[in-house]
């Protein structure tokens, strides 16, 4: 008889450090993605106007392209100002819409103030393997140079900007 342990789950953990208030960090991840969101990660077939974040749970986010199409990428799943934000990821393996939410991940993002004007930002991205065949694309893609370390930098940028 073999020992099969089975394999562990695949989870995407990034983080970052901004000379933030906590309050002032979670405002412009949830408030301004559009702004550090890459143009080219779009779904639609026309430019992203704007990128939309509905703050409760339930709500959305959205990309609106310039011909007023939408395309609703993620559902939020938990919303805790300035604490904590849940959403799912619903971007299928081939890079579409998955519109069933068994098979969708989640990426949990948490906020830690260090000290008043320094926060860490935690971002775990989990259940990847729900995405079923294919879902190491998913995760390699959000893992990688061009996924949330690049979201994470450009939104540590911004904020740098605004504070």
């Excluded at 002032?24 to 992203?48: C, Q, W």
């Excluded at 299928?92 to 998955?98: D, G, L, R, T, V």
């Amino acid at each position: 008889m073999t020992d099969q342990t089975p394999p562990t789950p695949p989870v995407v953990h990034r983080q970052v450090v901004v000379d933030a208030p906590i309050e002032r960090a979670f405002a412009v991840f949830t408030g301004r993605l559009g702004d550090y969101k890459p143009a080219e990660h779009n779904l639609l077939a026309s430019p992203i106007a704007e990128t939309v974040f509905e703050k409760h749970v339930g709500g959305h986010i959205y990309d609106r392209g310039i011909d007023g199409t939408e395309c609703r990428w993620a559902r939020v799943l938990a919303y805790d100002p300035p604490d904590r934000v849940v959403f799912s990821w619903d971007i299928s393996p081939q890079w579409q819409i998955e519109t069933d939410p068994d098979h969708t991940s989640e990426v949990d993002v948490r906020f830690i103030a260090e000290t008043p004007y320094r926060t860490r930002i935690e971002l775990e991205h989990r259940h990847i393997d729900r995405h079923g065949p294919g879902w190491q694309a998913v995760s390699d893609g959000v893992a990688g140079d061009q996924g949330w370390p690049l979201y994470l930098s450009r939104y540590a940028a911004l904020l740098s900007e605004v504070s």
